[in-house]
């Protein structure tokens, strides 16, 4: 890899880390923790996911029920991963 | 490259009860802390042990090749889509949770409050769970098959002989370390 003129400094590459974390975290000063704005619907899944659903843990209620489309997202992103897999490791595999 | 007697025996003692609470978990995942993902994971955690402590070639690829995890995988998400298709034809929409509190299949009705519980409760949600409990082991074991096919992998009879003459070396010399 001689003809590969580009080269990385150390200093730069540091000086450009700290700026990016730093812009990064200037968002989340503002935030207060532990009060959530928005608290309707979390409350709506404790009082009514048993009656609704008849699953009693609600966390299974809510990934398979209320949002079992961003479940079936879930699984097809793992279905897209093990193809991609395959297609890595297809020549290795005789 | 083996892992040697001691593991072996330790994973063919583990490997059913790994089976077993990774089944548990799946199936009581409406009830208790888990559901497909993490129970479909477990299970594939004892096909990786199967893996680790046997001989890939010799156990794994004649008896349950590639191609049957790759078949479990998208049997789990068909089973999964065709579920969520069904409650758009037996009831109102996508993914309807129309198996619930209806008598049949997952339908006893539900006591409300704060109960034990019923495993053959809350409709779909079950059959959803088992559906992606299929689909992460077929594709956590897949993965884990397709890796191990990378490795260069020696026979019994390869790793004994040469244990024999590194025993042999060791028998001249005169000593172990």
């Known amino acids: 890899m001689k003809d590969c003129s580009f080269t990385i400094r150390p200093r730069f590459v540091l000086v450009l880390v700290i700026l990016v974390t730093l812009i990064l975290l200037l968002p989340a000063v503002g935030l207060s923790f532990g009060d959530p704005s928005i608290s309707s619907t979390d409350q709506y899944y404790i009082d009514n996911s048993q009656t609704e659903t008849g699953a009693h843990n609600v966390v299974t209620a809510i990934v398979f029920d209320y949002r079992g489309f961003d479940t079936l997202g879930e699984a097809t992103v793992l279905f897209i991963a093990v193809l991609a897999v395959a297609m890595i490791f297809r020549r290795l595999h005789k | ?177």
């Not at chain 2, 330790?10 to 993902?37: E, K, N, Q």
């Not at chain 2, 519980?117 to 409709?123: K, Q």
């Not at chain 2, 890796?147 to 590194?166: H, I, N, R, W, Y």
Request: proline share 3%; glycine share 14%; aromatic share 12%.
């Open chain 2, 1 to 177: 490259m083996t892992i040697g007697l001691i593991g072996r025996s330790a994973g063919r003692l583990l490997v059913p009860f790994i089976f077993i609470f990774g089944f548990y978990i799946v199936s009581h995942g409406h009830l208790t802390p888990g559901g497909g993902f993490q129970g479909g994971a477990v299970i594939a955690t004892g096909v990786a042990l199967i893996l680790v402590c046997y001989y890939y070639r010799e156990c794994m690829e004649k008896f349950i090749p590639v191609t049957s995890f790759k078949l479990v995988e998208s049997a789990g998400l068909m089973l999964f889509i065709c579920t969520a298709l069904a409650g758009l034809v037996a009831a109102s929409g996508f993914l309807f949770n129309w198996l619930n509190a209806s008598g049949g299949l997952f339908g006893n009705p539900v006591a409300y409050g704060i109960n034990p519980g019923d495993l053959f409760t809350a409709g779909i949600i079950p059959v959803l769970n088992f559906a992606i409990g299929i689909e992460v082991f077929g594709a956590l074991s897949a993965i884990l098959m397709f890796m191990f096919a990378g490795l260069k992998e020696t026979t019994q009879k390869e790793d004994d002989a040469q244990l024999s003459v590194q025993n042999m070396d060791a028998g001249k010399k005169g000593g172990r370390k």
